[in-house]
């Protein structure tokens, strides 16, 4: 119980660290996901990330690339707790014996099991994230004041629960695009844990990675950060766009229905639109993650 609470106490610390740097990376990804369609002839609304970020700040100021960060912010800590405990706890169901280090396979399944869990958690978290995100992108793009009026339809995170509560089927509206959740987190956690494991070892020259310094753990859970993202990246996009999906006329179905639309509309690059922008946040972001996370858990022993 008592590494329970250590794993609980410094997985918030490197949520919080994570959240910090990458939020940022992440508004510009989530604008560029959702960002509809361009008419034939037609640019699209941002012509990549560099543009995305220069209407963003020219439009909102530089808070604008925090926008959507109080969900995630209200809710990293028990995220985060959640990840590193169920992982922890799973570290210890398949240990054979104290002090034994789990193979890259047992680390895999342990990630595997802490995406699943926390993907409750994800799901509603990152729906309200997302909603308040592409309002940004949409009040960015209006050119009338009437228009900039007729975007803004959230308040904020705690507004936009109480409308998809009121408005969208309750406690289950929050939970719309689950399915694309399992999809992300269960594989990506559990590719994410065994690359940072296995690419420690790879630096240690063995299984023992304690003597490993902070340049070493910035860079495997860098490595980490980038496996996550480049397994599970057209998953997070169809995750994204359901999310986002007018409830009352929606344009998808579901999932597979997003999937094979977005593929028939603008082919495979459309599963990866807004890649960069995640890549570049998946480093820092992850590497600040696990940094944090394993100061504290050394500092509690």
């Keep these: 119980m008592a590494d329970a609470w250590k794993d609980l106490a410094s997985g918030t610390v490197g949520g919080a660290a994570q959240l910090v740097v990458g939020h940022p990376f992440d508004t510009i990804k989530v604008k560029l996901q959702s960002q509809p369609t361009p008419a034939p002839g037609q640019l699209p609304r941002y012509t990549g990330a560099i543009d995305a970020v220069k209407q963003t700040v020219a439009s909102e100021g530089a808070k604008g690339l925090y926008k959507g960060m109080g969900a995630p912010l209200a809710t990293v800590a ?98 719309k695009g689950l399915f694309p959740t399992f999809a992300r987190e269960v594989p990506g956690n559990a590719t994410m844990f065994a690359a940072y494991e296995a690419f420690k070892r790879f630096l240690a020259g063995g299984s023992d990675t304690s003597s490993l310094g902070q340049g070493s753990l910035i860079m495997a859970g860098g490595v980490a950060g980038a496996a996550f993202w480049g397994i599970v990246y057209p998953t997070d996009v169809v995750k994204s766009v359901l999310q986002v999906d007018d409830y009352k006329n929606p344009k998808y179905t579901g999932s597979m229905d997003a999937f094979r639309k977005i593929l028939k509309s603008e082919g495979v690059k459309g599963l990866y639109k807004g890649f960069g922008p995640a890549m570049a946040r998946s480093v820092p972001a992850n590497a600040a993650c696990f940094l944090a996370y394993e100061m504290t858990r050394s500092s509690l022993g």
Excluded: W
Excluded at 132 to 144: C, E, K, Y
Excluded at 145 to 163: E, Q
């Design 78 to 175: 028990a995220f985060n707790a959640v990840l590193f405990t169920v992982r922890g706890q799973m570290e210890g169901l398949l240990r054979s014996e104290a002090g034994v280090p789990l193979t890259i396979s047992q680390q895999f399944v342990c990630g595997a099991g802490a995406g699943f869990a926390v993907s409750f958690l994800a799901c509603p978290t990152e729906l309200i994230k997302c909603r308040l995100q592409a309002q940004g992108a949409a009040v960015a793009g209006a050119s009338t004041t009437s228009s900039v009026v007729a975007a803004i339809k959230y308040g904020g995170p705690m507004d936009v629960a109480r409308h998809v509560l009121r408005s969208e089927g309750g406690a289950r509206g929050l939970f």
